[in-house]
């Protein structure tokens, strides 16, 4: 699923306007159409009417549905985005008293769009009343011829001023078609009074596209804006709604086809998608059974050597090891202090331990830049940065150690703060072939390109990609909605995952596998990609065992690998 920022979508829209011959007015149909379908299954899926369907209904495949355990709680979906459902499975209601939904109309296109909602809604059997915004005489174009078929209907309509309170006795349900994708800043006026009123109504909200009062590329949300229930989005997913704070105020996330054929985003070089099971075999081209050869061994699929771990912060070490070997690499060998080897020697039996520096009370020191150069000959990936601790001397022991190891590279966590302390130039001019990958969560981003963590969530995707095309690394931006940029220029965002992964050590299992799934091969755009689905997959796993979701751990996670 291809996701687009504002102009790329209105280049997409002229495309088939000017290009293929599609009228624009047939656009607006198909969204209002399709935006009256899943207002009317809303109706249905909270019982507040009695709807039949004309069809059978044809439940979309859900991946977090498995047959492990029937009586086992479904949660919900938190990537909130699900397949688009056939146009002929229409549902009719039967008792048109039962429903009675405001239709909120701006002045563009998206007001165009709720107006032909409107007329399909009435055509289902339900009342329904246009709110307008504004005067409907400064409505243009489609959204005017929109405006007088309506009132051809007879739908009734009125004028929303902002001294005069809007009664919603009756009402069950509001439609937010009053700024589109084509908005920008806070909504004033008539549209912010009309949206601080919706949403104080506590009705359930559908909005049209996106939220009014969302930033569509960011996922910025300006004061006022809608809290939707649902968000059903044209043609294809905006950037804006993978984003957080955004995709929480868009609510569940419905993408529907209105006659914008996907094949042009790819014609155009659209190169932001959402991260799937199609994207990673079809775009990556991997095998997601990561099958084995019948004579394949320990040596054949990759040994990591994994530099992490501090007397006191033994367990980050731990859990990017097995996360290591659970990712199926066929060896793990841990560079550790000396004086940490006691501590956790027979934790994981499967891993080796080699000592890297000695007499300094369990912490690195920069002269232990020469071992782990030698004990990474050999290796097929190195993993730095897990529970390392800062020290002296530790930016250019870094840049020693990467400059030397000529093999994929995975740098997490102190690592991430030491390179930010080389400068946003640390990694360039570095003779390497070899590729790079970098975990950092926002915190750590934000020291890397001198900026405030804010202003790193503020647009997560532009920052991501800025620093893989001008560094060269694969970036795993972390936190909800992980973004995944490569230095192609591709760009994945992953949906998998559960809110209980905010915990400690999580990122030192991802770091693991990550260097796990390059050990066996994979390049770094795969494996970076690959590792982030799988470590979501893991988490909603670990969070469905436990009566608490909340309480799940990072080991619990390393444990429903």
């Given at each position: 699923?291809?996701?687009?920022?504002?102009?790329?979508?209105?280049?997409?829209?002229?495309?088939?306007?000017?290009?293929?011959?599609?009228?624009?007015?047939?656009?607006?149909?198909?969204?209002?159409?399709?935006?009256?379908?899943?207002?009317?299954?809303?109706?249905?899926?909270?019982?507040?009417?009695?709807?039949?369907?004309?069809?059978?209904?044809?439940?979309?495949?859900?991946?977090?549905?498995?047959?492990?355990?029937?009586?086992?709680?479904?949660?919900?979906?938190?990537?909130?985005?699900?397949?688009?459902?056939?146009?002929?499975?229409?549902?009719?209601?039967?008792?048109?008293?039962?429903?009675?939904?405001?239709?909120?109309?701006?002045?563009?296109?998206?007001?165009?769009?709720?107006?032909?909602?409107?007329?399909?809604?009435?055509?289902?059997?339900?009342?329904?009343?246009?709110?307008?915004?504004?005067?409907?005489?400064?409505?243009?174009?489609?959204?005017?011829?929109?405006?007088?078929?309506?009132?051809?209907?007879?739908?009734?309509?009125?004028?929303?001023?902002?001294?005069?309170?809007?009664?919603?006795?009756?009402?069950?349900?509001?439609?937010?078609?009053?700024?589109?994708?084509?908005?920008?800043?806070?909504?004033?006026?008539?549209?912010?009074?009309?949206?601080?009123?919706?949403?104080?109504?506590?009705?359930?909200?559908?909005?049209?596209?996106?939220?009014?009062?969302?930033?569509?590329?960011?996922?910025?949300?300006?004061?006022?804006?809608?809290?939707?229930?649902?968000?059903?989005?044209?043609?294809?997913?905006?950037?804006?709604?993978?984003?957080?704070?955004?995709?929480?105020?868009?609510?569940?996330?419905?993408?529907?086809?209105?006659?914008?054929?996907?094949?042009?985003?790819?014609?155009?070089?659209?190169?932001?998608?959402?991260?799937?099971?199609?994207?990673?075999?079809?775009?990556?081209?991997?095998?997601?059974?990561?099958?084995?050869?019948?004579?394949?061994?320990?040596?054949?699929?990759?040994?990591?050597?994994?530099?992490?771990?501090?007397?006191?912060?033994?367990?980050?070490?731990?859990?990017?090891?097995?996360?290591?070997?659970?990712?199926?690499?066929?060896?793990?060998?841990?560079?550790?202090?000396?004086?940490?080897?006691?501590?956790?020697?027979?934790?994981?039996?499967?891993?080796?331990?080699?000592?890297?520096?000695?007499?300094?009370?369990?912490?690195?020191?920069?002269?232990?830049?020469?071992?782990?150069?030698?004990?990474?000959?050999?290796?097929?990936?190195?993993?730095?940065?897990?529970?390392?601790?800062?020290?002296?001397?530790?930016?250019?022991?870094?840049?020693?150690?990467?400059?030397?190891?000529?093999?994929?590279?995975?740098?997490?966590?102190?690592?991430?703060?030491?390179?930010?302390?080389?400068?946003?130039?640390?990694?360039?001019?570095?003779?390497?072939?070899?590729?790079?990958?970098?975990?950092?969560?926002?915190?750590?981003?934000?020291?890397?390109?001198?900026?405030?963590?804010?202003?790193?969530?503020?647009?997560r995707i532009a920052h991501a990609a800025e620093y893989a095309e001008k560094?060269?690394?694969?970036?795993?931006?972390?936190?909800?909605?992980?973004?995944?940029?490569?230095?192609?220029?591709?760009?994945?965002?992953?949906?998998?995952?559960?809110?209980?992964?905010?915990?400690?050590?999580?990122?030192?299992?991802?770091?693991?596998?990550?260097?796990?799934?390059?050990?066996?091969?994979?390049?770094?755009?795969?494996?970076?990609?690959?590792?982030?689905?799988?470590?979501?997959?893991?988490?909603?796993?670990?969070?469905?065992?436990?009566?608490?979701?909340?309480?799940?751990?990072?080991?619990?996670?390393?444990?429903?690998?």
């Open positions: 699923m291809y996701v687009v920022t504002a102009k790329q979508m209105r280049e997409l829209d002229n495309i088939v306007i000017e290009k293929i011959g599609v009228p624009s007015a047939s656009l607006m149909e198909n969204a209002g159409k399709v935006l009256a379908e899943e207002v009317v299954k809303l109706c249905h899926e909270e019982q507040n009417c009695r709807i039949e369907l004309r069809t059978p209904r044809r439940t979309p495949r859900n991946p977090l549905q498995e047959d492990e355990d029937d009586n086992r709680r479904i949660f919900e979906d938190w990537r909130g985005v699900r397949g688009t459902l056939r146009a002929e499975e229409m549902l009719r209601i039967n008792d048109r008293s039962q429903e009675h939904w405001y239709i909120l109309i701006g002045k563009g296109n998206n007001g165009g769009d709720g107006l032909v909602c409107a007329r399909h809604l009435q055509e289902a059997g339900m009342q329904v009343t246009i709110v307008y915004a504004v005067p409907p005489s400064v409505l243009e174009q489609d959204a005017a011829l929109q405006r007088d078929a309506a009132a051809a209907y007879g739908i009734p309509a009125i004028v929303y001023k902002e001294n005069e309170q809007l009664s919603f006795q009756g009402v069950t349900g509001i439609v937010d078609a009053l700024l589109g994708t084509g908005s920008n800043g806070a909504p004033r006026k008539a549209y912010a009074a009309l949206i601080r009123e919706a949403n104080e109504s506590g009705l359930p909200i559908v909005s049209a596209d996106i939220p009014s009062g969302l930033n569509t590329d960011t996922g910025e949300l300006f004061e006022p804006h809608i809290r939707a229930k649902v968000t059903v989005c044209f043609a294809l997913l905006k950037r804006g709604l993978t984003q957080y704070p955004g995709a929480e105020a868009a609510g569940r996330i419905v993408v529907r086809s209105i006659g914008i054929p996907p094949k042009l985003a790819a014609d155009r070089g659209i190169s932001v998608r959402v991260l799937t099971e199609e994207v990673l075999e079809g775009t990556l081209g991997m095998d997601l059974a990561l099958r084995r050869s019948g004579e394949g061994h320990k040596g054949t699929y990759g040994h990591v050597l994994l530099t992490a771990g501090t007397l006191a912060m033994s367990g980050a070490g731990l859990l990017s090891a097995r996360a290591s070997l659970r990712s199926g690499c066929g060896l793990t060998t841990w560079a550790l202090p000396y004086e940490l080897m006691p501590h956790v020697i027979g934790k994981v039996p499967e891993l080796m331990l080699a000592e890297a520096v000695r007499g300094n009370d369990g912490s690195w020191t920069k002269e232990s830049a020469k071992r782990v150069i030698q004990l990474a000959e050999g290796k097929d990936v190195l993993a730095i940065g897990p529970g390392l601790g800062r020290f002296e001397g530790d930016t250019q022991w870094l840049r020693r150690i990467v400059e030397a190891c000529d093999l994929p590279i995975v740098i997490d966590a102190d690592a991430l703060n030491m390179a930010a302390a080389g400068g946003e130039d640390f990694f360039l001019g570095m003779s390497r072939t070899a590729p790079l990958i970098m975990t950092p969560h926002p915190g750590e981003m934000a020291r890397l390109i001198d900026i405030s963590t804010k202003e790193v969530q503020r647009d560094t060269g690394v694969t970036l795993v931006l972390k936190g909800s909605r992980t973004v995944i940029a490569a230095p192609s220029g591709s760009i994945f965002i992953n949906l998998t995952g559960h809110p209980g992964m905010g915990t400690g050590g999580a990122g030192d299992v991802l770091t693991g596998m990550i260097a796990g799934l390059l050990a066996q091969g994979w390049s770094a755009e795969q494996a970076a990609a690959y590792g982030v689905y799988l470590h979501g997959l893991a988490g909603e796993r670990a969070a469905y065992k436990r009566h608490n979701p909340g309480g799940i751990t990072a080991g619990d996670i390393v444990d429903a690998l």
